[in-house]
């Protein structure tokens, strides 16, 4: 099977309100094969524009489980509400880097607040 771009538009974000594990599942092939890969997703208002997030395999909100699952932690997501583009770009210890998955990121702003003493 050749290798290709995947469409993945994430539900929907509150802001300020915990996310939780989304898992991304490849076909269990050698192309796929992630143990020992960097992985990288970067945020942006728009392509070309200033990163406003980076999640990764580095700084411990993305995490490789198994050779062929990547799995985008559960955490709070700290960004102003908006429509966010990404794409998640594989580093392989054999030095292809590659990018499988792009998408939209909505976040939705929370109304009811309340502050808690």
């Known amino acids: ?5 995947h469409n993945y538009d994430f539900p929907e974000a ?6 939780y594990r989304v898992r991304f599942k490849f076909a ?3 192309v796929y094969y992630l143990p020992g890969a960097k992985v990288y997703m970067q945020l942006r208002r728009k392509p070309g524009q200033l990163v406003v ?8 909100k993305l995490e490789i489980s198994g050779n062929y699952w ?3 932690l559960n955490q709070i997501i ?3 509400s908006g429509i966010y583009y990404y ?3 594989f580093v ?6 590659r990018t499988y998955i792009e998408g939209k990121f909505p976040v939705k702003a929370v109304i009811t607040t309340k502050k808690i003493v």
């Open 87 to 89: 794409d998640i770009l």
């Open 70 to 72: 990547l799995d985008f």
């Open 78 to 80: 700290n960004l102003p």
């Open 92 to 97: 392989f210890p054999d030095g292809r880097r």
């Open 53 to 60: 997030a980076e999640l990764s395999t580095e700084n411990g």
């Open 14 to 19: 509150k802001e300020g309100n915990s996310y």
């Open 1 to 5: 099977m050749a290798e290709q771009l």
């Open 28 to 30: 269990q092939e050698d």
